[in-house]
């Protein structure tokens, strides 16, 4: 349980850092206006224009592409360029620039697969990745001004909706082979902190934003009619999970018109008022556990007020504009907005998720439209048509630009900002200690509440049985490491999946092999696998095992035990061959009978035979009959019969002429003239009173 969890919440949130005065509206105390803000997807440069008459303080752009020839450091020459034209552009403008980064769905080699797992876990795309990352950070830091940055939308999600705790991720972060990576965990945890850690070093000017997302819990908060409080709170664990501190957090209500999902088939998509009120809910949970402000991004721009929006492509229907400003248009009333403002929400980016939504400007040249109005009211929960004639040519009707005029000629309401305890200068708890970071109870400058955190006892030694397995604390629970360890919930068990190996270095006496293990179910799995080695693993890599003789049970190391869907986990090994020496010259009497191997005991054919037990005396008799005779050579028929009154497995000796080239139905040595032969597997045991026969040929 994070310390600070039990500390009394007074729904205070954190300043965002600010590096520069010449912003003008990320609302940063002390640098930039205190107020609400509203923003807006704008690109490419040169769409400052599309602003006119709409008083926005924020602009957003997708910085993507692949990471190839078409990503966004080749939109422009030379290198970067773009960059460096649309920060200015926006600084010029008086806009504070949002970075949208999202380059590992587009990215190769499995471009477009959402969620990107596979991508994640491919080492070069990765590294190319970082090194993107880190030349925008630099382009950035060239540009001097604060500039948000909001990390890779739904990537975090997608993280939690995999697992709750981030470590169970795979990411290959260490092992992308970036120098900087070195040392961070091959997970998502090691990601979020590599991430931060490059913007602390190339461009400190960076406010870094994370996406949470409403649906990461796989109970969606809105189509599930999940618990707000319940999903905020699991989120907000999955964010302190991650071990790393962003500066303020990004979230969304859809990224599609509701009109368009209608005309799509899924008419549910469609919001109810209380459903407004769910997702505040949610953020407000959010936004108080972890005390970080909310930047609501990408919401649709449609509405159902204006002829324009006729569910055509570029033309449709939503209802979260005007939820905020249609009462802020038709009479100043701002309550929808403050209920938000209160909840942590700092400013709202409105924008299209997808070239088909409505925009806020004419994007498809098609100038006023004003078709006739539709009936919509089954799907859009409203009591009217859209039958109000467009304001202009916007693709919206308009509405949009004027409820942001409105509300800015109104007067933007203030955030709810002050002096917190943890930044006052006063010893507020009386510990002796002031303010972050002297003061033990504060975990940042923004924190609320410097009273000290009360001592919590260890999950696995606070004689509880926390996970409800029918054991208590270490070392009796299995999900207890020791006694210090903060969570007795039992591994998952591993899941058997197939191995496959190949030899990639052999030398007789042990050999090297490379093994595949793949995940063919539709699900991400603790893996384990078995194989069968040739002798004693002497070195194994990329994962941990066990050995019983030959049989050999590997499961992955603590960066890989977890394989998506569809993934495969690589790991090696090398070993030695086993040497075993034959019974008859391992110098021991095996069977008792006061003689040690070939040739002095009777029972071993030869040096490698592995059977020295004694046949029974005259029990078992030979006799030999020729088949052909060539004068240089001949072939002969051998008559084995057991005279005794068990079952024996047979051994006999003959004297023959010349050397055998060819014998069957038995195995043999030969020394001189006397030919050993003994039964093959399947007629080796002879019954009482039965017969086998065995053939040769020999050259004299």
């Given at each position: 349980m994070p310390a600070k969890a039990l500390k009394r919440s007074r729904a205070t949130f954190p300043l965002l850092l600010a590096l520069s005065t010449?912003?003008?509206?990320?609302?940063?105390?002390?640098?930039?206006?205190?107020?609400?803000?509203?923003?807006?997807?704008?690109?490419?440069?040169?769409?400052?224009?599309?602003?006119?008459?709409?008083?926005?303080?924020?602009?957003?752009?997708?910085?993507?592409?692949?990471?190839?020839?078409?990503?966004?450091?080749?939109?422009?020459?030379?290198?970067?360029?773009?960059?460096?034209?649309?920060?200015?552009?926006?600084?010029?403008?008086g806009l504070t620039p949002v970075v949208t980064y999202y380059n590992l769905v587009p990215a190769t080699p499995y471009a477009y697969e959402d969620p990107p797992f596979r991508n994640l876990q491919t080492a070069a795309t990765m590294k190319a990745y970082f090194e993107n990352w880190i030349f925008l950070l630099q382009r950035i830091k060239a540009y001097g001004d604060p500039v948000v940055v909001h990390l890779e939308p739904d990537l975090f999600g997608y993280f939690q909706w995999n697992d709750s705790d981030p470590a169970n991720t795979a990411v290959a972060v260490a092992s992308s082979g970036l120098p900087q990576a070195i040392g961070y965990e091959n997970n998502a945890r090691g990601y979020a902190k590599l991430m931060a850690a490059l913007r602390d070093q190339y461009a400190p000017n960076v406010v870094l934003g994370w996406h949470a997302s409403a649906w990461a819990t796989r109970t969606d908060l809105i189509l599930n009619q999940g618990d707000p409080e319940a999903i905020g709170l699991a989120t907000a664990n999955f964010y302190r999970a991650l071990g790393t501190a962003f500066d303020v957090m990004f979230s969304e209500f859809s990224d599609r018109d509701s009109g368009y999902y209608q005309v799509n088939g899924q008419a549910q998509r469609w919001w109810k008022p209380e459903d407004f009120d769910r997702y505040r809910r949610f953020i407000a949970k959010l936004s108080s556990e972890l005390g970080q402000e909310v930047i609501l991004w990408q919401i649709p721009v449609g509405n159902t007020l204006y002829r324009s929006g006729n569910n055509t492509t570029g033309h449709y229907q939503d209802n979260r504009?005007?939820?905020?400003?249609?009462?802020?248009?038709?009479?100043?009333?701002?309550?929808?907005?403050?209920?938000?403002?209160?909840?942590?929400?700092?400013?709202?980016?409105?924008?299209?998720?997808?070239?088909?939504?409505?925009?806020?400007?004419?994007?498809?040249?098609?100038?006023?439209?004003?078709p006739p109005a539709i009936d919509n009211r089954t799907y859009n929960h409203t009591d009217h048509l859209n039958d109000r004639t467009a304001l202009n040519a916007d693709d919206d009707g308009g509405f949009l630009r004027a409820g942001i005029g409105e509300y800015y000629a109104n007067g933007a309401l203030a955030l709810n900002r002050g002096f917190v305890a943890c930044n006052d200068g006063v010893d507020n708890d009386g510990d002796g200690a002031t303010d972050y970071p002297a003061d033990p109870g504060c975990v940042s400058a923004s924190d609320g509440d410097e009273t000290d955190p009360l001592p919590v006892p260890a999950v696995c030694a606070d004689g509880l049985d926390n996970d409800g397995d029918g054991l208590t604390d270490y070392p009796a629970d299995p999900g207890c490491a020791s006694a210090t360890d903060a969570d007795e919930s039992n591994p998952p068990l591993p899941t058997e999946l197939p191995a496959s190996l190949r030899i990639t270095g052999d030398w007789g006496s042990g050999y090297c092999a490379d093994v595949a293990v793949t995940n063919g179910t539709a699900a991400g799995v603790v893996w384990k696998t078995t194989f069968t080695a040739q002798g004693p693993i002497q070195n194994l890599w990329s994962a941990t095992y066990t050995q019983n003789g030959k049989q050999v049970e590997a499961q992955g190391a603590e960066w890989n035990t977890t394989l998506a869907a569809g993934a495969t986990a690589n790991f090696g090994f090398c070993a030695e061959r086993t040497s075993v020496t034959p019974v008859c010259s391992d110098g021991l009497d095996n069977d008792g009978d006061g003689l040690a191997d070939y040739p002095d005991d009777s029972g071993c054919n030869s040096p490698t035979d592995t059977d020295e037990t004694d046949p029974i005396p005259g029990s078992v008799s030979a006799a030999l009959s020729i088949d052909s005779d060539w004068g240089s050579g001949y072939c002969?028929?051998?008559?084995?019969?057991?005279?005794?009154?068990?079952?024996?497995?047979?051994?006999?000796?003959?004297?023959?002429?010349?050397?055998?080239?060819?014998?069957?139905?038995?195995?043999?040595?030969?020394?001189g003239p006397t030919l050993n032969a003994a039964g093959a597997d399947w007629n080796k045991s002879l019954p009482a009173g039965g017969s086998t026969q065995f053939g040769y040929c020999a050259q004299r």
């Open positions: 010449t912003t003008s509206a990320l609302p940063l105390a002390g640098n930039t206006p205190g107020v609400l803000s509203f923003g807006v997807g704008n690109n490419p440069i040169g769409g400052i224009s599309r602003l006119s008459g709409m008083p926005v303080g924020y602009r957003y752009q997708y910085f993507t592409g692949g990471l190839g020839g078409n990503d966004w450091r080749n939109w422009n020459s030379p290198d970067g360029a773009f960059a460096d034209l649309w920060l200015k552009e926006s600084r010029d403008a504009a005007e939820y905020f400003l249609q009462s802020v248009l038709e009479g100043g009333d701002t309550t929808h907005l403050e209920q938000y403002r209160d909840a942590g929400v700092v400013a709202f980016l409105f924008g299209a998720g997808q070239d088909e939504q409505t925009r806020y400007f004419d994007a498809l040249e098609d100038g006023v439209t004003n002969a028929t051998v008559d084995v019969r057991n005279s005794g009154p068990t079952s024996e497995l047979w051994r006999i000796s003959l004297a023959i002429e010349g050397q055998v080239d060819n014998l069957w139905n038995a195995v043999y040595t030969q020394a």
